[in-house]
């Protein structure tokens, strides 16, 4: 008699159902294995560096420049990938965002040096604009009515100016760099953050489009976790319901009753940025005991 077939009830893994994961080499690198690994999802580096293995079954990574992730994407590729909000619009992809990791986040800047600025203004003139990002750059030329031609730069583009540009389009965190060489933000023509995205081919594909949003929720809910730390405190019976009303929460705050009836104690997930202000409030109401700790993910 044959062997029981063990694994009839386990789909198997075709060329076809594999999803093909990009992620960023780069600046972004760093921010996106971290997020991945607070979701679960190991990395382990191979015998070629740029093909890691991931811990999920059925997806296969390459690591790419973030513009060549979008690239990559847009001709149906590479499945899914992380990449700036800025190269997807300079490249014109159509792409599905699936989320926001609100990592690495920028602004795309025209900036001139301060000398040539009329009340803050650029002067009436022609004027010679450089950047990386042809498409925007030009793009805002157009809108803006003004009379530029464009410089491509291709890194460092801060120092152009003033021999070498007038005007440059750039990103920005701080804009310490900027100040730093003298410039001046004149414009801001858009907002940039990493974000994840599936070419139009995988979330059409049923099968993909499920493994794409099970990934999502993951890195969502330490996206969430990171936004919120949970909030322990004891109260007495009698002022539990102040301090209920003043501690925010997710739904309703999780009560317990405390050894011998002595109280109760109260947990919640508060947002971080409240922090400063609901602890002393959940003080005043009567709270004790107060305990505040990091949480690691949250899937509402």
Not at 16 to 22: E, Q, T
Not at 44 to 68: D, H, V
Not at 173 to 189: C, D, F, P, R, Y
Not at 198 to 218: P, T
């Amino acid at each position: 008699m044959p062997a029981p077939n063990l694994f009839s009830d386990i789909p198997m893994t075709t060329e076809a159902s594999i999803v093909r994961l990009a992620l960023p080499k780069g600046r972004m690198e760093t921010g996106v294995f971290k997020l991945m690994a607070d979701a679960g999802i190991s990395l382990r580096a191979g015998s070629r560096g740029y093909r890691p293995t991931i811990s999920l079954q059925g997806w296969e990574t390459k690591i790419l420049k973030p513009q060549n992730i979008v690239e990559m994407l847009h001709a149906g590729i590479r499945d899914v990938g992380f990449a700036g909000a800025d190269w997807v619009r300079e490249k014109n992809a159509d792409l599905v965002d699936i989320m926001d990791t609100e990592l690495d986040p920028v602004r795309i800047v025209a900036a001139a040096p301060r000398d040539i600025l009329i009340d803050g203004a650029l002067p009436k003139q022609h004027l010679r604009i450089a950047s990386e990002y042809e498409a925007l750059t030009r793009n805002w030329i157009t809108a803006a009515g003004l009379d530029a031609s464009f410089v491509r730069s291709y890194g460092a583009t801060e120092v152009f100016p003033p021999e070498d540009a007038d005007i440059i389009v750039d990103n920005t965190a701080t804009g310490a760099t900027l100040s730093a060489n003298g410039l001046a933000i004149v414009h801001e023509v858009m907002r940039s953050s990493t974000r994840l995205y599936a070419s139009k081919e995988a979330w059409a594909d049923a099968h993909k489009r499920a493994e794409l949003e099970k990934f999502a929720m993951l890195l969502t809910s330490v996206i969430e976790a990171r936004r919120r730390v949970m909030l322990e405190v004891n109260v007495t019976a009698a002022q539990l319901e102040a301090v209920v009303a003043v501690l925010p929460c997710m739904r309703e705050p999780t009560i317990s009753t405390l050894h011998g009836d002595a109280g109760f104690a109260i947990k919640s997930a508060v947002p971080r940025k409240d922090l400063a202000r609901v602890i002393p409030q959940v003080r005043a109401a009567g709270g004790t005991d107060i305990v505040v700790y990091e949480l690691s993910q949250i899937v509402p």
